[in-house]
């Protein structure tokens, strides 16, 4: 079959829909700021490594509570630059959830490790009671994904890496700006990784990511890895790859980061609107909300009963309603060669089931929200 841009099209569909997940046009309306920044780019031509990306990781490692922070050209190449950082090879083993976007397991693959997994809990998130028992002396990272925006259980994962001596990769892609028992994101495990895709809470006009790690020495790695290995102009240390972020990106980013409070706190009300509302309805199931935990909510997502015909009511509706992911890892084709099968990862098989999100950026108002609200209601009714 031959592999088309499927986007296009994508994009068209769920723009007719009139709540959407895809807000962008209202995110940067006040884009004559960003062109104002943008074209002193263009007049000074520091596009490559410019100064905009220095200053929005000062910016970024102080917000994110961690040493170092570097730009890198996504969230993908975020985490397969750390898999590569920390010396992961081929016949290594890294373990993860299969109850993930494809990116995850897609950086392990690619940096040429074997992705070991460990089925989620009811909360989404890797269940961390479960990963001790897949540690084998070929483990080479444990990389936890913060679902939704909703950090894992870091405690027992930190204290795993520990007594194993095993680094921990954060899948942070989801959670800009989450909070652990008061600790930042960016600052849990050894390393984090982000992406500025733009459907993520921190978003750019095209692909962008960043690394934030308080290991100098690693942070060093990354920051030869993601530019030829170079030290200077003459000087290449290893021979690595190319994925820098740009400095046109790097401009936007620092935009949005100045304002990623209000999108934080927007996206958390939205949740709780829609969490107190939809408890009442009995074919719903929210899930588990932690006291010490602050979760940012890149997506909602809720557990329905029929799933699929509740997502096409409500589509038929005008609402984007989604479901984040309908088949997990271990069932895509890309997974044949790790011989799994349907039945492997109970939770992770029963939420990828029944799962749908709705949206809740900082542009969906309370109407919109009681209109889906209503909705769902009528469907069960
Ligand atoms: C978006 C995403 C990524 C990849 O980010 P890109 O910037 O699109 O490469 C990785 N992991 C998760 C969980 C994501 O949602």
């Not at 109850?99 to 690619?110: K, M, N, P």
């Not at 080479?140 to 994904?145: G, S």
């Not at 700006?177 to 895709?197: P, W």
Request: include cysteine.
């Amino acid at each position: 079959m031959a592999v088309n841009n499927f986007l296009p099209e994508q994009y068209r569909k769920t723009n007719q829909l009139g709540i959407n997940h895809n807000y962008l046009t209202q995110q940067f309306s006040d884009h004559e700021e960003i062109w104002k920044k943008i074209r002193e780019v263009v007049v000074r031509g520091d596009f490559t490594l410019g100064a905009e990306v220095d200053e929005l990781e000062k910016e970024y490692s102080v917000f994110a509570g961690a040493k170092n922070a570097i730009g890198v050209g996504s969230g993908t190449d975020a985490l397969f630059l750390s898999l590569k950082a920390i010396g992961v090879e081929k016949g290594d083993e890294v373990i993860t959830t299969p109850f993930t976007f494809y990116a995850t397991i897609g950086a392990i693959v690619t940096a040429g490790a074997k992705p070991v997994f460990c089925d989620a809990g009811w909360d989404y998130n890797i269940d961390a009671s479960q990963i001790e028992s897949k540690i084998t002396s070929a483990t080479k990272a444990i990389m936890p994904v913060h679902w939704s925006g909703k950090p894992c259980d870091m405690d027992l994962i930190e204290a795993l890496g520990k007594k194993y001596k095993i680094p921990v990769i954060s899948d942070a892609c989801h959670a800009i700006n989450a909070k652990y028992k008061g600790r930042s994101s960016g600052n849990l495990g050894t390393i984090s990784c982000f992406s500025f895709h733009p459907l993520k809470n921190l978003n750019v006009w095209g692909d962008g990511g960043i690394i934030t790690t308080n290991d100098d020495d690693l942070a060093d790695r990354l920051r030869l890895l993601r530019n030829h290995g170079l030290v200077g102009r003459d000087e290449c240390r290893i021979f690595a790859y190319n994925s820098r972020l740009d400095t046109v990106q790097a401009v936007v980013a620092r935009h949005l980061l100045s304002k990623i409070d209000h999108i934080t706190q927007s996206r958390i009300g939205n949740a709780h609107y829609f969490d107190e509302n939809l408890k009442k309805i009995n074919q719903v199931k929210i899930p588990r909300r932690e006291q010490d935990i602050t979760q940012v909510f890149h997506i909602y997502s809720i557990m329905c009963e029929k799933r699929d015909e509740l997502q096409a009511f409500l589509i038929k509706n005008g609402v984007d309603a989604k479901a984040h992911y309908p088949v997990p890892m271990h069932l895509q084709p890309a997974a044949h060669f790790l011989n799994h099968k349907h039945g492997d990862f109970p939770i992770t098989e029963s939420i990828s089931a029944k799962t749908l999100s709705l949206p809740v950026h900082e542009f969906i108002t309370r109407e919109q929200q009681d209109y889906v609200i209503e909705l769902i209601k009528g469907f069960y009714a």
